[in-house]
Nanobody, 121 residues
Framework: QVQLVESGGGLVQPGGSLRLSCAASGSIFSINAMNWYRQAPGNQRELVAVILSGGSTHYTGSVKDRFTISRDNAKNMVYLQMNSLKPEDTAVYYC???????????????WGQGTQVTVSA
């Protein structure tokens, strides 16, 4: 089995920063892409950032130059550094690593429990 634990959300003023973390543990063979999604009330879940196994990154346009995704392959962790936060960044953030569990040959989708990020004065 694979477990995911997210941390780092909270309340921050506009212009502030937060760092989200997501730790994967358990029966993991390898991790391919690691993604961060977010979902605001009334909205569909939105892909925010992607980091591939080789380190390439991709961002949705609204967060480019403000957010940075990174990963620590030795620890099976992915991070999202969020700077210059805006009220429209308010959402529940979910990590989504694509994991190949031990004993399997294809990747599976896993989702963190979600962490609330609220940007408000």
């Amino acid at each position: 089995q694979v477990q995911l634990v997210e941390s780092g959300g909270g309340l921050v003023q506009p212009g502030g920063s937060l760092r989200l973390s997501c730790a994967a543990s358990g029966s993991i063979f390898s991790i391919n892409a690691m993604n961060w999604y977010r979902q605001a009330p009334g909205n569909q879940r939105e892909l925010v950032a992607v980091i591939l196994s080789g380190g390439s990154t991709h961002y949705t346009g609204s967060v480019k130059d403000r957010f940075t995704i990174s990963r620590d392959n030795a620890k099976n962790m992915v991070y999202l550094q969020m700077n210059s936060l805006k009220p429209e960044d308010t959402a529940v953030y979910y990590c989504n690593p694509r994991i190949i569990p031990r004993g399997f040959t294809s990747e599976r989708d896993y989702w963190g429990q979600g962490t609330q990020v609220t940007v408000s004065a």
